[in-house]
C-alpha cells in the first residue's frame, strides 16, 4: 500500500492522541491536518512533531495564538465551523478520522464525504443523530464508513467476507461498567471520581460516564442500526465483563463469529485506517491460561436505564435519538462539575425525551435546533 494521508478531527482527545501513536509506528501514514478544541499547548506539540499542513481549533483568539506560537513553521492555522470544513475536505488526504466528541462532528463529516475521503468514524453523534442523511451520503459517494469504536470494528471485522443477508443478529458487548451489580438505590449517591474508574479501558471522562451509565452502549446500538443496516430488535447488548470479546455476529445458520483482543483502541483505529490490510501492532496478547474464563450476564436494564431509553429514542427515530443524545450530554456536563447527581442523568434524558415534538427525517438545520432545544430546557429546569 502507498502512503496514505490522514485528517484527525480531535486530535488531543483519547481517540485522537492514540491514533497519533498508530501513526508515529507506522511510516507510510501522513498526517496533513489536525483539529482540537482547546488543548491548544497539546496541539502545538503534535504540529511540531506530525508537522501538519493545516491545524485548526474552534475559537479565534485560539487560532491567533497558536499561530503566533508556531509562526516558525509552514502550517496554516484555521478556526470556527468554516475551518473544521475547509480541513475535511483538504484536496489531499485520502481518509478523516473524526475522533471530536459532540454533535460539532456532523458537518464536518458531511464535508469529507462529499470530497470523496473515507470516514474513520469515531464520533458517535454523527451516525446516532444524522444516520439517515450519512450513509445515504456515503453510497452516493462511493465513500467507505470504517468504524472505530473497539465493538463496531469488532462486528466490521466479524462481517468482512460475508453475505450481510445472511446475518440473523449482533451481539454488542458491554464490560458493565464501574458499577455493575448495584442496585438503583446504590447509585443515587455514587461520586465523579467512581464513576470515572472503568474497569478495563482508559478513555475520555465524557465516555467513560457514558459507560457507567450504560449510554455509551445504547449509542452504540444506534450506530450499529445504521452502520450495518440491522432493526434493533436484530441488535442485543450482551455484559462481558472481561472485555475480551468486543463483539458478535450471529448468522442464519446458528454459527456465532467474534473478535477477540487485549481492551486496546489503537487496534481498531489500525484496522480502519488500513482496511483491508492488516499491520503488526505491539504490545500485549491475549493469554488464554492466563484469562481462565470469559463470562456473561444480561444488562440490568431496571437500575441502568441509559440502554432501555437508547431503545425508546431508537424506535421513534426522527429527531429524538438527538435529544436523548443532547440531554445525555449536557446531563454528563452537570455531573462532572457535581452540580447533579448520576441517577439524575437518566431523570434529565426521560424529561427531555417526555417533551419533545418528533421531527421526521430532520435536516442538520433540524437536527442542531433539535440539540439547542434540549439544552434550553435543561438549563431551564434543572
Not at 17 to 25: A, D, G, I, M, S
Not at 293 to 302: A, V
Amino acid at each position: 500500500m502507498s502512503e496514505r494521508s490522514i485528517a484527525v478531527l480531535g486530535s488531543t482527545g483519547s481517540i485522537g492522541t492514540q491514533t497519533l501513536e498508530v501513526v508515529r509506528t507506522n511510516k507510510d501514514l501522513r498526517v496533513l491536518a489536525l483539529a482540537a478544541g482547546s488543548n491548544i499547548k497539546l496541539l502545538e506539540q503534535q504540529i511540531r512533531e506530525f508537522r501538519p499542513r493545516v491545524a485548526a481549533v474552534w475559537e479565534e483568539r485560539s487560532a491567533l495564538a497558536l499561530a503566533a506560537s508556531v509562526r516558525d513553521l509552514d502550517v496554516k492555522i484555521l478556526w470556527g465551523m468554516d475551518g473544521l470544513l475547509e480541513m475535511a475536505a483538504m484536496p489531499e488526504t485520502d481518509i478523516l478520522v473524526t475522533a471530536i466528541v459532540g454533535m460539532i462532528g456532523i458537518r464536518p463529516t458531511i464535508a469529507a464525504i462529499r470530497a470523496g475521503k473515507d470516514i474513520a468514524l469515531a464520533n458517535k453523534e454523527t451516525l446516532v443523530t444524522a444516520g439517515h442523511i450519512i450513509m445515504p451520503l456515503a453510497k452516493e459517494c462511493k465513500v467507505r464508513i470504517l468504524p472505530v469504536d473497539s465493538e463496531h470494528s469488532a462486528v466490521f471485522q466479524c462481517l468482512n467476507g460475508e453475505d450481510a443477508r445472511q446475518v440473523s443478529k449482533l451481539l454488542i458487548t458491554a464490560s458493565g461498567g464501574p458499577f455493575r451489580g448495584r442496585t438503583r438505590e446504590q447509585l443515587k449517591n455514587v461520586r465523579v471520581e467512581d464513576a470515572l474508574k472503568h474497569p478495563n479501558w482508559n478513555m475520555g471522562r465524557k465516555i467513560t460516564i457514558d459507560s457507567a451509565t450504560l449510554v455509551n452502549k445504547g449509542l452504540e446500538v444506534m450506530e450499529a442500526k445504521w452502520l450495518f443496516g440491522m432493526d434493533l430488535d436484530q441488535i442485543q447488548v450482551v455484559v462481558q465483563p472481561q472485555s475480551v470479546i468486543h463483539s458478535m455476529v450471529e448468522f442464519t445458520d446458528g454459527a456465532i463469529m467474534a473478535q477477540l483482543g487485549t481492551p486496546d483502541m489503537k487496534l481498531p483505529i489500525q484496522y480502519a485506517l488500513y482496511y483491508p490490510q492488516r499491520r503488526p501492532l505491539p504490545g500485549e496478547r491475549l493469554d488464554f491460561a492466563k484469562l481462565a474464563q470469559i463470562t456473561f450476564e444480561e444488562p440490568d436494564t431496571e437500575v441502568f436505564q441509559g440502554l432501555p431509553l437508547a431503545y425508546r429514542a431508537a424506535r421513534a427515530g426522527g429527531s429524538m435519538p438527538t435529544v436523548f443524545n443532547a440531554a445525555n450530554e449536557k446531563a454528563v456536563s452537570r455531573f462532572l462539575r457535581r452540580e447533579i447527581g448520576f441517577t439524575d442523568i437518566y431523570e434529565i434524558i426521560a424529561d427531555c425525551m417526555d417533551a419533545h415534538k418528533i421531527r421526521r427525517d430532520p435536516s442538520v438545520d433540524e437536527i442542531l435546533e433539535a440539540e439547542q432545544e434540549t439544552y434550553e430546557r435543561i438549563e431551564s429546569r434543572w
